[in-house]
């Protein structure tokens, strides 16, 4: 089988540097054209790159402007012209951005506002939709949605807006009509994604916040959550669920507000996080921090153990959820800091890079995570680096690293 234009540019030094691990011999082929000092990958719940593989988009900063709330902009990577370009006008906030992977369209939120843009030189940012007047009120508006995501018919948008210390879970239409609140929350709830096969149906986490006066932190205690559109949310592990983990003990620590400390939970709720759909919305992956990934099914709602990594901090998975990846980003043990494929058929793991650079202190507002995403239909791993010595996007294929796991 021939390669596809991106896999062919993967191998043009002009535009990719080859970079094997010394450990593992795993090869990656690290972005070398820069439009910005700082290039980063998307958030791993957010594909970037077109099943064509024409058109790959990525996070664009440049220190010491922005942070990973709002400031930074995207780069695209067009193969068929072999340029980069930079797009000012991207301007996001939060991780927003979402790419249509079979146009090459880019969507990200600025203000109350969702805008997009075509990937071409050309093109210009189009107006798609906006929060419904009657939440915003006049208000200055935190952010639209933490991520993006198309409904199941690819009709509608999600928003998990933040607008003072209020916070709604909601949905606009692509066709610019008006949006609608599915719920209005007095603490933070957001990471909202749609399902992939269920229009009307919603995962959402309570997560950390802290008080936009005070500045007090609040920690999480039940993390995911379901919403199906008209109706209450509900938890995905319920209150009886929890009171059957008698003795249970874990320690919670979040690394965007590392001046609340650690603290000692007894509900393993508190230490779920990191969750994204089954690609067949049958179920959910999630990290279970101090143990490894988990998935849980919505039907029985028992939680299943796919990978016994205590360490790890992000993960993702194919489509069928034959393989996972994922980033070890430990507290307590900052040497163990690598990029890692799991094969749960044979119960193997591989490094891709197994000793990662730690980010320099004055590059951490970037939230530079190497967030690995599975992309261009399984065929490519995508990731953040820091392994050059500069925050740039990398990719690795992944039928040697299934090779290599056998």
């Known amino acids: 089988m021939q390669d596809q234009p991106f896999e062919q540019l993967l191998h043009n030094p002009d535009f990719f540097s080859r970079w094997v691990d010394p450990k593992t011999k795993v090869e990656s082929y690290i972005l070398n054209q820069h439009v910005a000092p700082v290039q980063q990958s998307f958030y791993y719940t957010s594909p970037s790159l077109t099943r064509d593989g024409n058109y790959y988009w990525f996070y664009c900063s440049f220190p010491p402007s922005g942070d990973a709330r709002l400031g930074r902009t995207l780069g695209v990577l067009d193969v ?6 930079h797009c000012p006008e991207t301007q996001f906030s939060e991780a927003s951005p979402l790419v249509d992977v079979e146009s090459g369209e880019v969507y990200w939120c600025s203000g109350a506002v969702i805008w997009k843009r075509k990937p071409e030189k050309s093109a210009m940012p189009e107006k798609v939709n906006e929060l419904p007047a009657e939440i915003v009120q006049h208000r200055r508006v935190a952010h ?3 991520h ?27 066709d610019g009509s008006p949006g609608n609140v599915w719920q209005k929350m007095d603490r933070c709830y957001n990471h909202a994604q749609f399902s992939p096969t269920d229009e009307h149906l919603l995962l959402f986490a309570q997560d950390f916040y802290a008080n936009s006066l005070t500045g007090k932190v609040t920690r999480y205690e039940n993390r995911m959550w379901l919403i199906r559109e008209g109706e209450a949310p509900t ?3 319920s209150d009886e669920w929890a009171s059957h983990y008698q003795g249970y003990k874990g320690t919670t620590f979040n690394a965007h507000t590392p001046q609340a400390g650690a603290l000692l939970v007894s509900d393993p709720r508190a230490m779920h996080g ?79 890079v197994s000793d990662l650079p730690r980010v320099p ?46």
């Open 144 to 146: 639209v949605a933490t």
């Open 235 to 237: 938890s995905v592990f």
């Open 361 to 406: 202190a004055e590059l951490k507002p970037y939230h530079l995570d190497p967030h690995p995403q599975f992309c261009m239909g399984d065929q490519m791993i995508c990731y953040t680096t820091t392994i050059l010595g500069r925050m740039d996007v990398a990719f690795t294929p992944v039928d040697a690293l299934v090779e290599a796991t056998r």
């Open 148 to 174: 993006l995501t198309f409904s199941a018919t690819k009709k509608r948008l999600n928003f998990d807006a933040r607008i003072g210390e209020d916070w709604y879970i909601g949905s606009v239409p692509l």
């Open 80 to 85: 068929q012209a072999q340029e980069i370009r």
């Open 274 to 352: 990191h969750e994204w759909w089954a690609a067949d919305g049958t179920g959910i992956y999630y990290v279970h921090y101090g143990q490894g990934v988990e998935r849980v099914s919505l039907t029985d709602r028992k939680p299943v153990m796919i990978w016994p990594l205590k360490t790890i901090s992000h993960a993702h998975a194919t489509m069928k959820g034959d393989y996972l990846v994922g980033d070890n980003q430990p507290q307590q043990d900052l040497a163990d800091s690598r990029v890692v494929f799991f094969n749960p058929k044979s119960g193997h793991e591989i490094n891709i």
